[in-house]
């Protein structure tokens, strides 16, 4: 049995990952995207451009929007990351993700996990983003389905009727 030996030495990085601390051993080249989907199994992330264009493998470092597909996973090492399955709370949706389920803002779904991530950071900066706002914080998400006035439709609805979205207590 043969083991590959890894072209650079490994390094160890601490990680955050949807509120569970990770300490994993990686090449310094590594990005983030491939040890989310390959390693931890956070398949929610989308790989799409591989240039930072289309928004797909979005996820939150620290609470901003982060292209994982250009981000080197050394460089989240201690810090907070948020993925797609770290929404959810005790299996009840986070009212974003309700809120695009309810206005059908989803279409094929392969960018709705950055989107859903976007609108959850510009939420925390904004308590009552205008339209213009929210186009901003989307700009860096491409759906290919042209579902923008849906997407649009869903925050727009999530901001001025907040309450309709947050999950039922179990």
């Known amino acids: 049995m043969s083991h590959a030996t890894p072209a650079f030495p490994l390094i160890r990085v601490d990680i955050s990952l949807n509120d569970t601390e990770q300490s994993l051993e990686i090449e310094p080249r590594e990005l983030l995207i491939d ?31 982060t ?17 797609i399955e770290g929404l959810a ?32 950071s510009m939420l925390s900066l904004y308590e009552n983003p205008s339209e213009e706002t929210i186009r901003h914080f989307l700009r860096g998400n491409i759906c290919r389905c042209t579902g923008y006035v849906k997407i649009l439709e869903a925050i727009q609805d999530l901001v001025h009727n907040p309450l309709s979205f947050e999950p039922e207590k179990k």
């Open 35 to 65: 040890v989310l989907r390959e390693r931890l199994r956070m398949t929610g992330t989308k790989r799409s451009c591989d240039v930072q264009v289309c928004g797909a493998c979005t996820v939150l470092v620290d609470g901003m929007p």
């Open 89 to 120: 709370y005790e299996g009840r949706l986070d009212p974003v993700q309700r809120a695009f389920i309810a206005h059908g803002a989803l279409q094929c779904g392969f960018c709705t996990p950055g989107m859903i991530l976007a609108v959850k």
């Open 67 to 83: 292209s994982s597909c250009t981000t080197l996973c050394a460089d989240v090492h201690n810090r907070h990351v948020t993925t």
